[in-house]
């Protein structure tokens, strides 16, 4: 191998450094890119030509010496040659998984239903690429996408070679579940974006969105190749967070009041109070309250 084409980094920790340095280049050993780490450690480079001559020189003297890494065109092959052990065992995992029908390597979603929603779910029961189908949760998996709505009929999962195919079937009686001609799903309320699923439709707002009473949250259409528009009917999930402040004037302000004013904003059956927090202001009382608003289409 000619020299300058690989270059092993080394760490050196002991006293005196400077002079080993110097001995190592007056026996024509080529040191680069020294650095010194502290007070008794430093980085050099040495020609892998050298290395020899390297640890030869070193082996009596009062100095720890390590390779850390390789450097320069050749490097990648002086890698590989190091973790051959380990090149040969990610090639079989590979080989292992191309053959055995335990693994998959393809997840392919059928039905009326997006695709990207499907697969983000399944991720959360072991379907994935690369998993073992022998280690997913297939039965908590139909659960879960049978409970997204009640126009889900039925669900089949089944492997075909490596492929797994999910296929999701509606009701016959879909007429009856949906509104073929539905329009955008509209916010009822002012707040802010918490969470969005949609399985259906085209989402129209993105979380920490801020949207007002009539924002469009769900588009009923979907969007094709070449940015083509298609119909359709909405199936999917919005959460809103509206806060809502509240002055109730008293002329007497306690615990009582306090408790009562708070009362009044929080019991609405179709809330969900994540929070609640009330103050003394001058001539009575603040009461300031986030709700949980689940819009659901479909």
Do not use: W
Request: positive net charge.
């Amino acid at each position: 191998m000619k020299k300058g084409r690989l270059f092993c980094e080394f760490t050196i920790s002991g006293t005196n450094l400077k002079y080993l340095i110097g001995y190592l280049q007056n026996k024509s050993i080529g040191v680069f890119n020294y650095v010194e780490v502290d007070d008794k450690t430093s980085k050099v480079l040495i020609d892998y030509c050298d290395r020899r001559k390297f640890f030869a020189i070193c082996k009596n003297m009062c100095y720890n010496i390590k390779c850390v890494k390789y450097k320069g065109m050749l490097s990648p092959f002086i890698i590989a040659y190091k973790n051959i052990g380990l090149i040969i065992g990610l090639a079989l995992f590979i080989i292992t998984a191309l053959y055995s029908s335990d693994y998959i390597l393809r997840v392919d979603v059928g039905g009326s239903y997006y695709e990207s929603e499907i697969l983000s779910i399944s991720k959360d029961y072991g379907v994935d690429v690369y998993k073992k189908f022998s280690k997913a949760n297939i039965a908590g998996l139909k659960q879960k996408l049978l409970s997204l709505n009640p126009s889900i009929s039925f669900i089949s999962i089944d492997k075909k070679g490596n492929t797994l195919n999910i296929n999701v079937v509606s009701s016959e009686n879909n007429d009856t579940l949906f509104n073929k001609n539905s329009t955008d799903l509209l916010s009822p309320v002012n707040g802010v974006i918490e969470s969005v699923s949609v399985l259906r439709g085209t989402a129209l707002v993105e979380k920490g969105q801020e949207v007002s009473i009539g924002t469009p949250l769900i588009g009923a259409y979907t969007i094709g190749k070449e940015d083509k528009i298609f119909p359709t009917y909405i199936v999917g999930r919005i959460t809103v967070l509206e806060k809502k402040v509240k002055f109730y004037k008293l002329s007497t302000v306690n615990e009582e009041n306090i408790k009562t004013a708070e009362a009044i904003l929080k019991f609405n059956e179709n809330d969900e109070v994540v929070s609640i927090n009330s103050c003394k202001v001058d001539g009575g009382i603040e009461v300031l309250i986030t709700i949980r608003h689940v819009i659901v289409g479909g």
